[in-house]
């Protein structure tokens, strides 16, 4: 049960991937009146409107200090909003325990109360059950996973970033039946809002990994489907692991969903999520700081750094922790950012390790949409 180790970490929230990462010690408050030139540190900064913002593109950059090698698309945003959240604060209902050992056909009588520790997911139930290969753990944050026939190793074979490929015309073989992958995708997403759904969020498949089972006797493979939690058009933070201050107290949250066909092309043979998250209010953010001033932050704040490639910019959603710790309950503010990333070249390719997306960054810039604040792991 290697694999299902692995996710029972990420789902309570360890530092797997990305180091010890830093913050400032509180997010500026938000702005409330825009001036037509005002500066962040030395740099003059301008704003435009949401609906500017959704026409605007960051192409790609080679000058000076500063290479991105691919550029931001902003289509996709709907509205800008700073959003207030809560952790799911009790998940173990009566109702909600029926549902899911109903959904992954778990007998619920059966279900064993695990020891809290040290974690912050506050209660859970597992079900372990070696006859059947079969395992679920539900937590009272809405951390939950599922697995069956999970106890085998693969190699990697292709990965597909759905922003940047187009896979309508690709097909794969899953449990020996041909399907095509965009569908799948489209399948999976449909699945995930009927019977996980959150008010205000959708599901939004990023990328996909197919793998092939060693020592595999025929052409069914392994569809690994990365899913990203998305709030009008904009990604809450997947790309970075929790951020920590000074203390190693976390200050961020990140948020994930993993989804393996292999058994069944109706439900997922693994499923695996942090959280459960509910939306208590935004409030509407009617201008925010141009991509063009985003630009000219970032190379001011790297001038420090020596010339570096940020390899992936994208609009994100970065979760800070209002409380002291991720607990079931735990407040939470989404604020938008301009994330530009390094990539993690030494990332080991072709392992479980490679499906979860925190693995692609080394370095990262993320620079707020309102205040032009900028929070990076690196130190000059």
């Given at each position: 049960?290697k694999?299902?180790?692995?996710?029972?970490?990420?789902?309570?929230?360890?530092?797997l991937?990305?180091?010890c990462?830093?913050t400032?010690?509180?997010?500026?408050?938000?702005?409330?009146?825009?001036?037509?030139?005002?500066?962040?540190?030395?740099?003059?900064?301008t704003y435009?409107?949401?609906?500017?913002l959704?026409?605007?593109?960051i192409?790609a950059?080679?000058?000076?200090?500063?290479h991105?090698?691919a550029g931001?698309?902003?289509?996709?945003i709907?509205?800008?909003?700073?959003v207030?959240?809560?952790?799911?604060?009790d998940f173990?209902t009566?109702?909600?325990?029926?549902?899911?050992?109903?959904?992954?056909?778990i007998n619920?009588?059966?279900?064993?109360?695990?020891?809290?520790?040290?974690?912050?997911?506050?209660?859970?139930l597992?079900?372990?059950?070696?006859?059947?290969?079969?395992?679920?753990?539900?937590?009272?944050?809405?951390?939950?996973?599922h697995?069956?026939?999970?106890?085998f190793?693969?190699?990697l074979?292709?990965?597909?970033d759905?922003?940047?490929?187009?896979?309508?015309?690709?097909?794969i073989?899953?449990?020996?039946?041909?399907?095509n992958?965009?569908?799948?995708?489209?399948?999976?997403?449909?699945?995930?809002?009927?019977?996980?759904h959150?008010?205000?969020?959708?599901?939004k498949?990023?990328?996909?990994h197919?793998?092939?089972?060693?020592?595999a006797?025929?052409?069914?493979?392994?569809?690994?489907l990365?899913?990203?939690?998305?709030?009008?058009?904009?990604?809450?933070?997947?790309y970075?692991?929790?951020?920590?201050?000074?203390?190693?107290?976390?200050?961020?949250?990140?948020?994930?969903?993993?989804?393996?066909?292999?058994?069944s092309?109706?439900?997922?043979?693994?499923?695996?999520?942090n959280?459960?998250?509910?939306?208590?209010?935004?409030?509407?953010?009617?201008?925010?700081?141009?991509?063009e001033?985003?630009?000219?932050?970032?190379?001011d704040?790297?001038?420090?750094?020596g010339?570096?490639?940020?390899?992936?910019?994208?609009?994100?959603?970065?979760?800070?922790?209002k409380?002291?710790?991720?607990?079931?309950?735990?407040?939470?503010?989404?604020?938008?950012?301009?994330?530009?990333?390094?990539?993690n070249?030494s990332?080991?390719s072709?392992?479980?390790?490679?499906?979860?997306?925190?693995?692609?960054?080394?370095?990262?810039f993320?620079?707020?949409?309102?205040?032009?604040?900028?929070?990076?792991?690196?130190?000059?």
């Amino acid at each position: 049960m290697k694999h299902l180790k692995l996710l029972l970490l990420i789902l309570s929230g360890c530092v797997l991937l990305c180091g010890c990462q830093k913050t400032p010690e509180k997010v500026k408050e938000n702005m409330e009146q825009y001036g037509e030139n005002p500066q962040v540190g030395n740099t003059e900064i301008t704003y435009c409107s949401v609906d500017e913002l959704k026409n605007k593109n960051i192409p790609a950059i080679n000058e000076g200090n500063l290479h991105i090698t691919a550029g931001m698309d902003f289509s996709n945003i709907e509205a800008i909003d700073i959003v207030q959240l809560s952790l799911d604060p009790d998940f173990l209902t009566d109702a909600n325990i029926e549902k899911y050992t109903k959904l992954f056909e778990i007998n619920k009588d059966k279900l064993t109360e695990g020891e809290i520790g040290n974690s912050h997911d506050g209660r859970w139930l597992y079900y372990d059950n070696e006859a059947e290969n079969k395992y679920m753990h539900i937590s009272q944050n809405g951390g939950m996973v599922h697995n069956i026939n999970h106890d085998f190793s693969t190699t990697l074979e292709k990965k597909y970033d759905l922003g940047k490929e187009d896979i309508s015309e690709t097909y794969i073989s899953i449990n020996d039946t041909s399907i095509n992958l965009s569908d799948l995708c489209k399948n999976a997403e449909k699945w995930l809002d009927d019977n996980m759904h959150m008010d205000g969020l959708n599901y939004k498949v990023s990328d996909v990994h197919i793998r092939k089972p060693d020592n595999a006797d025929s052409e069914s493979r392994v569809a690994s489907l990365w899913t990203e939690y998305e709030y009008k058009g904009i990604p809450f933070n997947d790309y970075t692991n929790n951020l920590m201050d000074d203390n190693q107290n976390e200050i961020t949250v990140w948020a994930f969903t993993l989804l393996d066909y292999y058994d069944s092309l109706d439900i997922p043979s693994r499923f695996s999520r942090n959280y459960s998250f509910v939306i208590n209010s935004s409030e509407p953010v009617e201008k925010v700081i141009d991509p063009e001033s985003a630009v000219k932050i970032l190379k001011d704040t790297m001038s420090g750094f020596g010339v570096l490639n940020i390899s992936e910019a994208l609009p994100l959603y970065v979760l800070y922790l209002k409380d002291s710790v991720p607990e079931p309950g735990a407040k939470i503010e989404a604020r938008p950012v301009y994330a530009f990333l390094v990539k993690n070249n030494s990332a080991a390719s072709g392992t479980f390790n490679d499906i979860i997306k925190m693995s692609y960054c080394e370095h990262f810039f993320f620079v707020d949409m309102v205040t032009g604040e900028v929070t990076t792991d690196l130190k000059k």
